[in-house]
Every structure is written in C-alpha cells, then in structure tokens.
C-alpha cells in the first residue's frame, strides 16, 4: 500500500488556521484522498490532556523547560498513536501546527537552547518530517487585534508582542532554509486570496507526487 503523505499548517496567533485547515482538507478530498484531519498540541485522548494542561492559566507557574517536555511528549503520542497508523494505512494526515511550531514558540519564543529542541524531534519523530508545510505569515500586531475579544485568552496568547514577532521570525527563518518543504502564504490577504494560494499549492503538491 502506498505511504500517506503529512500535511501541515503553520501560523501564529489570528493568521486563520482554523478555517484555513478546513478549507485545505476539502481541496485535498475534492481530489479523492483520505484525510485525516488533526492538532497539535493534542490529536489523541491523552494528548489533549496534555494540551488543556499547556494552554491553561493556573495558578502553578510552568518552566519553559516543563512547557517543551510536555509539547514532545504530546508529540509522541500523538505520533505513535494518530499520524504513523494513518500515514502507513494511505491516509494522508493534515496537521494544525506540528514540530516547526516548537521551534517557533519555544525555541525563539522562549529562547530554549536549539541543541534541546534538536535532540527531542530526534528522538521523538525518528526521521519522520511533513512532506508539506502551508506557512501563513502574519505581522503579530494584525494576529493579536484579530483575536482580540474571541474569550478568554490561553496562556500563551497572554504573551507579549516582543514574544510573537520573535515567533514570527524564527517561522520566517525556517521556511527560508528548507523552501522545498514549506510555502509561506500572506495571510494579511483577503480570505479569498489566501484560500486561493492554499489550493495551488496543495495541487501543485498532489501532482508532484503522481
């Protein structure tokens, strides 16, 4: 049976993931795939538990470090039980965030050594990279207005604009040094250019691979 192959989608705070993805697991159903559609931090029964424990606000501070552990070892359930069957069974996995929002958040965000960061995916993900990665860029001042006033903000929308344009940069920098993988997408455009440019390179993607 032929290998699945893994999708995923990339973006900060208000860059429109959610109906972003939405829209991306129809253009690649329209072409007759089996998708299945996921997040991250979560996408298994114990790995959302592990989100709801790193985006809630409690009264226990949480380390940077603990924050990282935590996003890998959701990551390797996540892995182990969701996106390895799937990939394997011919399914083609598309995925809300995956390692490269690691990098992004904790990584540049928090400042965490890349020899960390490096190690963990090493021995988290054995190799295994999405084949695809849909970056939507974002200015972090448009992202956070845009959010604004959706409800109670996570622990990590609380951060400050210094945090998410480092965020932002470290996202810009990675799809510099690996443009086969990644397509960065404006996503200051309107809806309708955006979801256009996730539809070319979806199908540009599909026949790549025929």
């Known amino acids: 049976m032929r290998r699945g192959r893994f999708l995923t989608l990339e973006g900060a705070e208000g860059a429109g993931k959610s109906t972003t993805l ?15 559609v996921t997040r991250e931090p979560g996408g298994t029964g114990r790995a959302e538990a592990i989100r709801e424990i790193l985006l809630e606000r409690g009264d226990e501070s949480m380390t940077d470090l603990a924050e990282l552990l935590l996003m890998f070892a959701g990551r390797s359930l996540h892995l182990e039980n969701r996106i390895r069957p799937a990939l394997a069974a011919g399914r083609w996995v598309l995925c809300d965030r995956f390692t490269d929002a690691t990098w992004a958040y904790q990584g540049g965000g928090r400042g965490l050594p890349e020899t960390w960061i490096g190690q963990l995916e090493s021995w988290t993900q054995d190799g295994l990279q999405p ?8 200015d ?71």
Request: negative net charge.
């Open 22 to 36: 939405a829209h991306a697991a129809t253009v690649l159903r329209e072409a007759g795939l089996e998708v299945d």
């Open 131 to 138: 084949d695809l990665t849909l970056l939507l860029d974002l």
């Open 140 to 210: 972090p001042e448009v992202g956070l207005a845009r959010i604004k006033g959706r409800g109670v903000p996570d622990r990590f929308e609380t951060e400050r604009l210094a945090f998410f344009h480092r965020v932002r940069e470290t996202y810009l920098r990675r799809a510099h040094a690996d443009p086969a993988r990644f397509r960065v997408i404006d996503a200051s455009a309107t809806q309708e250019s955006v979801r256009s440019e996730v539809s070319r390179h979806i199908k540009e993607f599909i026949q790549s691979i025929d």
